[in-house]
């Protein structure tokens, strides 16, 4: 099960961070990624993380701008998005995947979040 929250509106140039608190993996090493949809659009990989060594993977989009992290003491993963620009305005999903794979490709992930929301206002 994977429950994200901490969307909302923020302003052009703004920063805002997501979490996703995740449950039920068999398995100890798994992935975690994080997703995003606009109207009209087909869902997108932002990044992931490993959990097994913490590696994580980016979308050129958000490159330099968005920081995925981990604590699997508390099963949480956390989006971190800076300098957010209106493009950025989309649903995020997070998504899990079990087995530790470096992928934002949408088709290997197993579950996923029901999503939030997220406006970037010029």
């Known amino acids: 099960q994977l429950v994200e929250s901490g969307g909302g509106l923020v302003q052009a140039g703004g920063s805002l961070r997501l979490s996703c608190a995740f449950s039920g993996f068999v398995f100890d090493d798994y992935t975690i990624g994080w997703f995003r949809q606009a109207p009209g659009k087909e869902r997108e990989g932002v990044a992931c993380?490993?959990?097994?060594?913490?590696?994580?993977l980016y979308a050129n989009s958000v490159k330099g701008r968005f920081t995925i992290s981990s604590d699997t003491a508390t099963n949480m993963v956390y989006l971190q998005m800076n300098n957010r620009n209106p493009e950025d305005t989309a649903d995020y999903y997070c998504?899990?995947?079990?087995?530790?794979?470096?992928?934002?490709?949408?088709?290997?992930?197993?579950?996923w979040g029901q999503g939030d929301q997220v406006t970037v206002s010029p």
């Open positions: 998504g899990g995947l079990e087995i530790a794979s470096d992928t934002v490709d949408r088709g290997e992930y197993d579950d």
């Open positions: 993380i490993m959990t097994n060594d913490d590696s994580t």
